[in-house]
């Protein structure tokens, strides 16, 4: 048996949600599995549906942690365990077994300033486990600068499902609602500083001039929703930009799929960074190339020039050039055909065999 030990599970939405619920589905066909999640509203018909058991923990931030670990050390004394799985160093902290663990890092959490109390705390975490799994070569890199074991850190990409076919209902609703509009950029995404949203419409306000029918789609929510509504005003792009939040899974697919360009070229902002950047996968998946940022784990995500390309985030000529280059002649096509093609290797059926090979060892 293995525990997998979360603070991100659904029925809540997100990356880190879809990642460790995708590994633990996947971790249960090759293993007996049990959960130890946060508690979540509704969780109780999302729970009952899992074909392992799944058990919640409830309570305030500081006191759920400490109870989480208390019953996580009394389930260790009382069942055989093969080892632990946890999806943040804060999981493990409090748990207290000579059991394999096995850590996942994925950036902006282990990217703390050397010999900080916070790194120090994690690092006193990381290189007491078996290994750490970060999702990417610069999350790799970055928790090794920091002082972690670099014999102890292995790179396994976060896995996708199998791109669900859409509904012929939703492309055509996507197809009336864009009409003539051409080229398509999107991105999704939460609105914060370092998805980059801003730098991304001023190389949309210059682009326009060789592309009137230019269209950006964003769709997320976030604490910059409003900032970023206010700029697309202030440089006259209402007519370019198009917002949506709180739409269905299809529709969202949908909104991809007829789309050019999946658009996200990433900075650092302060100790915030994309550790790998599953949504360039996922508009892989319909055939779409991106524009990914240096910053970060995006060239795990992007080959450049093959299936989109790598830009500096922090440089707005770069974002436009690198966006110019992938509209011309419809380069975005070959881009977005390269990218099907090899989007493949991150489905959960391959990346499940590299976790196979980790925990074997």
């Known amino acids: 048996m293995y525990l997998i030990v979360t603070r991100s599970f659904p029925p809540e939405l997100g990356g880190m949600q879809n990642l460790m619920w995708g590994l633990a589905k996947e971790m249960s066909k090759n293993f007996m599995i049990k959960v130890f999640a946060d508690h979540q509203e509704n969780h109780k018909e999302f729970d009952r549906k899992a074909n392992f058991s799944i058990e919640r923990v409830g309570g305030i931030k500081f006191l759920r942690k400490i109870r989480k670990a208390q019953l996580i050390n009394e389930f260790l004394k009382e069942n055989k365990v093969q080892g632990i799985i946890a999806d943040h160093w804060k999981s493990l902290e409090l748990i207290k077994t000579d059991k394999k663990k096995y850590c996942l890092i994925h950036g902006k959490e282990i990217n703390h300033p050397k010999n900080s109390y916070q790194n120090k705390r994690l690092n006193n975490v990381l290189n007491n486990v078996k290994k750490v799994i970060a999702n990417s070569e610069y999350t790799k890199n970055l928790v090794i600068d920091n002082g972690v074991d670099k014999n102890k850190v292995v790179v396994i990409n976060p896995g996708v499902n199998p791109a669900k076919e859409i509904n012929i209902k939703s492309l055509n609703k996507v197809e009336s609602l864009l009409k003539i509009k051409t080229p398509r950029l999107i991105t999704v995404s939460r609105f914060d500083k370092r998805k980059n949203h801003e730098k991304v419409l001023m190389a949309i306000r210059n682009l326009k001039q060789l592309y009137p029918n230019i269209v950006y789609i964003c769709i997320g929510y976030g604490e910059q929703e409003e900032n970023i509504k206010s700029l697309v005003k202030e440089l006259n792009l209402e007519t370019q930009v198009m917002f949506f939040k709180e739409i269905s899974i299809d529709l969202k697919n949908a909104l991809i799929a007829k789309s050019n360009i999946f658009v996200m070229p990433s900075i650092i902002h302060k100790t915030s960074v994309e550790g790998f950047g599953i949504s360039y996968i996922e508009a892989a998946q319909y055939g779409i190339p991106s524009l990914g940022g240096k910053d970060g784990g995006a060239s795990d995500a992007i080959s450049h020039e093959k299936t989109g390309l790598i830009c500096n985030g922090n ?34 059926s391959n990346i499940i065999e590299n976790y196979k090979k980790v925990i074997n060892d």
């Open 315 to 348: 440089d707005l000529d770069d974002i436009y050039s690198s966006l110019k280059i992938m509209i011309e002649n419809k380069k975005y096509l070959e881009l977005g055909k390269n990218a099907k093609n090899l989007c493949s290797k991150f489905e959960w």
